[in-house]
């Protein structure tokens, strides 16, 4: 079977609603939406993507600031990622965390955190956070990992790394 064309661009005014049925539709809570509703008021969003596939929005990426032991820091927090699950399989997820952490590079950030499976993760480049000395509240072993964006942007660093605050809100 051909894979559809899709094509990656930033969340737009007029996308909330198709996001919105995107994340309820992927996950099996709500909490995933309502993070993205609450990152979007808290003005958190660093960078947010959409993917589309025949006019139709079909998956959407979200990174937010990081806090490394209370201070501001120069990383993002990948999450959530979603794809509807009928256009699931098709790439449109690896293709929203590859433009997502370009974007996030040319916006400034020198590295990204993701609490996900390793497996899949490691295929981006990721690694366990511990290997930089950096732990979370969520106590999720391997499956908190790290990516520099750029040559040494996890040098140097350690400590605990929290998620934009709508993170702890909801």
């Not at 947010?48 to 990383?75: K, W």
């Not at 997502?100 to 490691?122: H, K, M, S, T």
Request: charged share 20%; net charge negative; with cysteine.
């Amino acid at each position: 079977m051909a894979v559809p064309a899709f094509r990656i661009r930033p969340e737009e005014a007029n996308d909330p609603p198709a996001i919105d049925a995107v994340l309820r539709g992927a996950f099996p809570s709500q909490w995933e939406a309502r993070l993205v509703e609450s990152l979007r008021a808290n003005n958190e969003l660093s960078v947010s993507l959409v993917a589309f596939c025949r006019d139709h929005l079909t998956g959407h990426i979200a990174f937010s600031p990081l806090t490394l032991d209370g201070e501001p820091t120069s990383g993002v927090g990948l999450a959530p990622l979603a794809v509807q699950p009928s256009w699931q399989g098709r790439g449109i997820g690896a293709a929203l965390i590859t433009v997502g952490l370009e974007a996030c590079l040319e916006q400034g950030f020198d590295f990204a955190i993701v609490l996900g499976e390793p497996g899949y993760y490691r295929r981006f480049g990721f690694e366990p956070a511990t290997r930089w000395g950096l732990d979370s509240v969520y106590q999720a072993g391997d499956a908190f990992m790290a990516k520099s964006l750029r040559p040494g942007g996890l040098e140097g660093l350690g400590g605990l790394v929290r998620y934009a605050s709508a993170f702890e809100s909801l």
